[in-house]
Each structure stands twice: as C-alpha cells, then as structure tokens.
C-alpha cells in the first residue's frame, strides 16, 4: 500500500492541453473516485498514474517516489479496464495468474495465491473457464481477481462498471466496497457516474474540462459544493438552482429572473446589488406552506420519496417529498425553501459566496 | 418481397457462369491427365474422355519409366515438386514472420517517418516484376545466389512482404490495445507482449497471410525461370519443358498441372480452419 501524489500535473496531445494543472494528494489505503463528465480527462489522468501516458509536465509520486520515468510493470499498480481486457486466449485461472507468472513465481505460489483471489472473489468454479464462456459480470470479477493476485500498492479502476446492467452495477459497487475494506489498498476509481463516486469514495475528486473543481469527502460536496459546477453535478435530482439578484434596498430578499423572490437566510453574508445564483437542494423545499406560489407541473412517485416538479413564472423547482401527498399537476401550491440549507453562488465566477 | 422467377433465374445463371469459368480449366485438365495420348488427337473432341488411362500418372510418379532428353521423366518431376515446395515453405514463412515483427513495429511503435516508410514499403506492391528483373539479376549473380533456395525464397520474401505487412496491420490495429496494456502492467515486455498477446490472437490473420504468401509463391513463373534454370527449378518452369521439339505431351503435362493444383488445394483447407475469427471474444466487451 502507499500514498499517490499528483503534483501540478500536465497532459498535452501535441498543442492540446487536456489536463491543466492537477493536484491531487491520496493517503494510504484511500478509496478515491476521479468523477467528471465524459472527456474531462479522468481516464488520461489514470493512466498517467498507471503509466500508460507520459506526463507533459509536473510529477506523480507513489509512495515516496517520483515515477514520472518509471515505466508501469515497475510501479507496482494494477489496473481493472472499463472493457476488462481480458487475455481471451488464456483460462481465467492463467488469466489471474499471468503477472505471477511474469514475475516468475513458482508454480505452488501462483496456484495458491490465484485460489485465494477466486475464493475472495467467488470465481473457484470458474477456473478453468476460458473467458468467452463467462457472464459480463464474471468477466467484471476475472479482471478484479487479475488485479487482486498481485497484491499492488495501487489499484486503478477505470469505470469498471459501466458494462453492466443496473442491478448488477449496484451489486458490484458494495462488493468492490467491501473488498476495500478488507484488502485495504489504496485505489483510485473513474467514473462518470456521481451516484458510484458518492456511495463508494473515501474520498471525491471532481473534474470538469481538465481541472479539478473541488476535492472532498463525499457528503462535504453534497454540502458544501464549491461552485456551481460542482452543485449541479453531486446530487440526484440535481440542486435547483435559480439564478437572478439580491435585492438593492431594504430587508435582503433574493430576486429571481423570472421575478419572483425567494428568501434568505437573515446573517446571509451578501450585499445589495449582487447578481447570485440561489442553489437548493429538492429535499430542502417544504410544500404545502410558505411564501412562494407554484403551480404543480409533475408528479413522480418512486415509492419511497416522491419528486414534484413545480413552477414558478419560467423557473422550474423540483421538491421531494418522503410522505405521501394527494396533489395533482395544475395544482397550485405553496413551498418553502429551508434558508439554513441554502448555497449562494456568484453568478459570473460560479463560486460559492457563504 | 419474394423474388421473381426471373430475377432467381438470373441468380443462377450468373452463378453457373462464375463456376464453368472458374472450374472449367481444372475439369479440362484432371481429365486430360486421364486421357490417353492417342485420344488427344482424335477429332471432334470430347467433354469426357472415352478412354480412361493412368499412364501419365505412372509416368510421372515413377512407376513407368519414361525418359525426356535421356533424363528420367519422375525424377525431374520429383525434384520440381521438391524445389516448389521448399521454395513456397520457405518464403511463406519468412515472409510472415518478417511481416508480423514489421507489422506490430508499425503498429505500436512510435519512431520517426513512420507513416511515410510504410506508405513506401507498401507503394512497391505497384512496382511490377519485369521492371527490376534486370537489376535484381545482377544483384543475385554477384551474391551467387542465382539457382539457390535462399535466393529464391528472398526475391519471393521481398515480393510478397508489403502485402502481407499491409494485411498484418490492420490485423494488428483492430486487435484491442487494452489487452497490451492489461500486459504492460502485469509485467510483460514489448517481445513477450507480441509473441505471447498479439500473435496468439492474430491467428485468422497470420493464415490469411500464409495462405496469400504460399499461393502467390507457387504461382511464380518469371522469377524462377530466370532464378532456378537448372537445381532449384520449380514445377512451373518445367512443366511446360513437357512441350519438345517434335511432340507436346499434353497428357504428362495435364497430369503434373493437376498435382500443381492438389498441392496449394490442400494448404488452404488446412489452413482455412485457423482462419475462423471470433478468438477475441470475451476479452472486451
Ligand atoms: N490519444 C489522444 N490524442 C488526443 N486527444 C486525446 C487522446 N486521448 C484522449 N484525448 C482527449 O483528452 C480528453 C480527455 O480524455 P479522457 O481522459 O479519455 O476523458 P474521460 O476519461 O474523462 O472521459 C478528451 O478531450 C479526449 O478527446
Ligand atoms: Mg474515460
């Protein structure tokens, strides 16, 4: 196991930068997931750490050492591919074998350690399987095995999951949980998708457009986000955010685009004038009661909470709500946003303003 | 929509014309090995023989002893069938194992003039033969390597190279590159990669190659007629020497043609069942 530093660091394709500068500090045994829309560069910035690209500028240390110029066989990593590239020529039990092989280990070793990755695994029936002849899921647990026989001080996931089907997608993530708590090895996790990076990461590193936009523990994000960005993409149905002004005299309201005003907290910390952007989250609205009038728009139940979809002038605010309600579209209907739970961002930079 | 009678009838008729085309000359000469000789000059001639003989056969096999120019028929037909096989052997598996290395190089190696080196390498498929004999002649008299195998086998190696590179490539290049990089990190060098990784899963292609190189190689006339005069002399070349002064011995002629024919038959249905794809499948999704 070891710690993984990411200093400043730089990926250009000839003249096109794609990584701007990343910084990014992992403690030993840290479940880290790199998350950020397609493109953003997550995957490049894994396989520099893998070694799989080169590095344009800045430096990437594991453990105590700089592996800029270290080749990947030599940085003591596994990685798990978004494809699994597994060997198809080769058994699963060769397949999970192969860098013991390659390290020449003896043949007593390589058996026994291969066994205990399956056992952990529960591939020990599907050894001599070769890997056409196994499932999307099997073949997701042969390239974790593969990786979990070297015993690496790094694990790299690249949006291993994003093969499978829904159901089996929410069983591996606890499984590939579970097996970070016991093995304990630091990993680094990419995905696109901020519901896998918000129940699995110790740890959320988000990207957008080569930057990282905030590094945090997964609920500080929900939280706290520190910008825009970041308070739209953490979060399901995502925050509602509104954009418009604070008021310029009097008692501090918030004046909405579309007219309407919206409350503020009293200590809120913002001058008259300012042109902000008001972020809720839907389980912060309160229907039924408050100031603002909304008319009903949609309604949809997935049993354990229910989503409402309202209006106000052009402005859609989506609430959840855990009870029931008997409210139909067209219904007009009350809400209050909850001022405690409020972020403000400004509305050029999209930084968080309290 | 369910076709018509007509356009069926078209079907057919292109398809019947495709197989008297291409199987009409095999048909002529399997059963002219089997006429006898005095049959070839009977007039009008006949779709099948009306007399049916193994003569040319025994002579060209050795059991009848026949003799052209005091030399024993089968003995020279037995040397030709020796020289065309070393010599296709040998380039096809020069050819692909020097197209498979320089092919992966292409691949997955960055060097400088990569591109245009390939682009050259490739653009000497339109160069034809007869232009650079010349040449070449020169080249491999002063290498004395005119009427050798190792001649030979080059000057086919260099023939049927770019061909083969360029097949090997795309080979290559659609093979899943994650699987080199599952490699790379389990430990795997460049050579182990390629030899144990890439060539394993490159079988369809490397027959294909195979298949492409052997073929052409039996096939040669000009090369060899200059190359192989006398002992490396392939069946090509002396096939038509059946053809004297004073009499053309179709039947001899016929007989060797259809062993010329049987003998790259059956490498490529041997070889045709490593050509099945569908190796990759469930590496990557
Ligand atoms: N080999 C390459 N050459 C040029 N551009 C590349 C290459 N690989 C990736 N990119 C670009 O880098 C950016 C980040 O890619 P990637 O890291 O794969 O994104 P992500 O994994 O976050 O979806 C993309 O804009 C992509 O087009
Ligand atoms: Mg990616």
């Known amino acids: ?184 090895t630091t990993t680094i996790y990419v995905t696109h998708d901020q519901v896998e990076a918000m129940t699995m990461a110790d ?46 005299t009097g008692p501090l309201t918030f004046i909405a685009e579309g007219g309407f005003e919206l409350p503020l907290p009293p200590e809120a910390t913002v001058t008259h004038g300012a042109k902000v952007v008001y972020g809720i989250r839907p389980e912060h609205i309160t229907i039924g009661q408050g100031s603002v009038s909304t008319q009903v728009v949609l309604i949809e139940p997935t049993g354990a909470e229910t989503q409402v979809t309202t209006k106000v002038g052009p402005q859609q605010l989506i609430v959840t709500v855990r009870d029931r309600v008997d409210i139909h579209s067209g219904d007009p209907i009350a809400i209050a946003p909850d001022v405690s739970k409020l972020h403000l961002f400004d509305k050029a930079t999209g930084k968080r303003l309290t | 929509m369910k076709p018509t009678y007509l356009y069926r009838l078209m079907i057919w008729v292109g398809i019947a014309v495709l197989l008297i085309w291409s199987l009409g000359p095999i048909y002529w000469t399997i059963a002219s090995s089997f006429t006898p000789t005095d049959d070839f000059s009977v007039r009008p001639i006949h779709f099948f023989p009306q007399h049916l003989t193994f003569d040319h056969y025994a002579r060209l096999l050795g059991i009848n002893i026949a003799r052209i120019g005091g030399v024993e028929v089968f003995k020279q037909f037995r040397a030709a069938l020796v020289n065309s096989v070393v010599t296709s052997v040998a380039a096809t598996f020069l050819c692909v194992a020097i197209s498979a290395l320089g092919a992966y190089a292409f691949t997955r190696l960055e060097f400088p003039g990569r591109k245009v080196l390939f682009v050259l390498v490739v653009a000497t498929l339109a160069i034809p033969a007869y232009a650079v004999l010349i040449p070449l002649y020169q080249i491999m008299i002063n290498l004395h390597l005119v009427d050798t195998y190792v001649g030979v086998a080059l000057i086919y190696v260099s023939a049927f190279l770019p061909l083969s590179l360029w097949l090997l490539r795309s080979v290559f290049e659609a093979l899943p590159i994650a699987l080199e990089e599952a490699a790379q990190l389990d430990g795997a060098g460049r050579l182990y990669i390629f030899f144990n990784i890439v060539l394993q899963l490159a079988g369809p292609g490397l027959t294909a190659a195979a298949i492409l190189t052997f073929l052409g190689a ?64 469930g590496s990557v999704k």
């Not at chain 1, 609920?219 to 418009?244: K, Q, W």
């Open chain 1, 203 to 248: 740890k959320i590193v988000v990207m957008r457009d080569g930057f990282v936009e905030q590094i945090g523990a997964p609920l500080d994000l929900y939280d706290r986000p520190a910008n825009l960005f970041v308070a739209s993409f953490i979060g399901s149905p995502g925050m509602n955010l509104i954009r418009g002004e604070i008021c310029t």
């Open chain 2, 218 to 281: 039996w096939g040669q006339y000009l090369v060899p007629l200059i190359f192989s005069p006398q002992a490396t002399k392939p069946l090509t070349v002396l096939i038509p020497e059946f053809v004297t002064k004073n009499f053309v011995d179709y039947g001899l002629i016929t007989a060797s043609g259809s062993i010329a024919i049987i003998i790259p038959a059956l490498v490529v249905i041997f070889l045709n069942r490593y050509l099945v794809s569908g190796l990759l499948a």
């Open chain 1, 1 to 184: 196991m070891a710690s993984v530093s990411v200093t400043n660091a730089r990926k250009s394709y000839g003249n096109f930068e794609v990584l701007h500068g990343v910084d990014i500090d992992i403690q030993d045994g840290e479940f880290v997931i790199l998350v950020g829309p397609s493109g953003c560069g997550k995957s490049t910035l894994l396989r520099m750490i893998a070694g799989l690209e080169d590095i344009s500028a800045g430096g990437i240390s594991i453990g105590s050492r700089l592996v800029n110029n270290v080749p990947p066989k030599e940085r003591d990593i596994a990685m798990v591919f978004q494809s699994y590239a597994l060997y198809p020529h080769l058994t699963v039990e060769a397949n999970m074998g192969f860098s013991l092989k390659l390290a020449k280990a003896s043949k007593e070793e390589i058996t026994r350690r291969v066994r205990e990755a399956a056992q952990i695994l529960g591939l020990e029936h599907l050894l001599q399987r070769y890997p056409r002849n196994l499932s999307g899921g099997q073949r997701q647990r042969v390239a974790m095995g593969r990786a979990i026989v070297r015993n690496p001080q790094v694990f790299l996931f690249d949006e291993p999951l994003s093969n499978l089907d829904a159901q089996l997608r929410v069983q591996m993530r606890s499984e590939i949980k579970q097996l970070h708590q016991r093995l304990k």
